[in-house]
């Protein structure tokens, strides 16, 4: 990815798990500056068909990736760049596996895993006990058996404190039960690549949305 992107951020915080001195040269950064220079980054002007690019005048850097701007556009990339590697969501992936090969990881506890909903619900639960106060949770480099270990929440920010309106307040509490609690929406989720949150994740999302207060005016 040659933008920002919460997908970078995810995996190199995984990176960082996994092997600690990546921390320390690249780091969990949405933008990570990697060792690389992109084809098609507006910093590097082609120069021939030779593979090379200008930076200025005096600077010449060998192009030695290519870059996408999301995550269809990293998978695109891969498909047409023999011998590449990229990254993206299980949702941008869902439904392109015939185009590009998705590749199975060992995790912590030494198991070749695949990155489905099933893997991915494991390290929820796994990781259950770890939510900050803003119920936020870091779901990498998970120890448990047939986890997936490169994960994240798609997170709902809601006003728990200040929302004004009784009834807007109300109808998206009944949005966010039924969200994570429906068996329609979680078939939706699966449909789009998404995983459903596993019970007892529901069960803790629930408690914290029954203390959510209207601010009286």
């Not at 986890?147 to 006003?159: E, G």
Request: aromatic letters at 6%; hydrophobic letters at 40%.
């Amino acid at each position: 990815r040659i933008d920002r992107s919460g997908t970078s951020e995810i995996l190199t915080r995984a990176l960082s798990a996994f092997y600690p001195p990546f921390s320390e040269h690249v780091g969990i950064n949405s933008l990570p500056d990697w060792p690389v220079r992109f084809q098609n980054d507006a910093r590097c002007v082609p120069m021939s068909s030779c593979g090379e690019c200008q930076v200025d005048r005096n600077t010449r850097v060998e192009c030695n990736g290519v870059g996408g701007t999301d995550g269809k556009d990293v998978l695109l990339r891969v498909q047409h760049t023999p011998n590449s590697l990229g990254y993206s969501v299980l949702a941008d992936i869902h439904g392109s596996e015939k185009f590009v090969g998705v590749a199975n990881m060992v995790n912590k506890a030494g198991i070749t895993v695949t990155a489905n909903t099933s893997s991915v619900a494991i390290v929820m639960s796994d990781f259950l006990g770890s939510f900050t106060s803003r119920m936020t949770a870091n779901l990498v480099d998970s120890g448990t058996v047939d986890a997936w270990p490169i994960a994240s929440y798609t997170y709902l920010i809601v006003r728990t404190r200040s929302m004004r309106s009784p009834v807007k307040a109300e109808r998206l509490g009944m949005f966010v039960r039924w969200a994570i609690t429906s068996p329609t929406a979680a078939q939706i989720a699966a449909q789009g690549g998404f995983t459903a949150l596993p019970r007892d994740v529901a069960l803790r999302v629930l408690d914290v949305l029954a203390n959510v207060t209207v601010k009286s005016i």
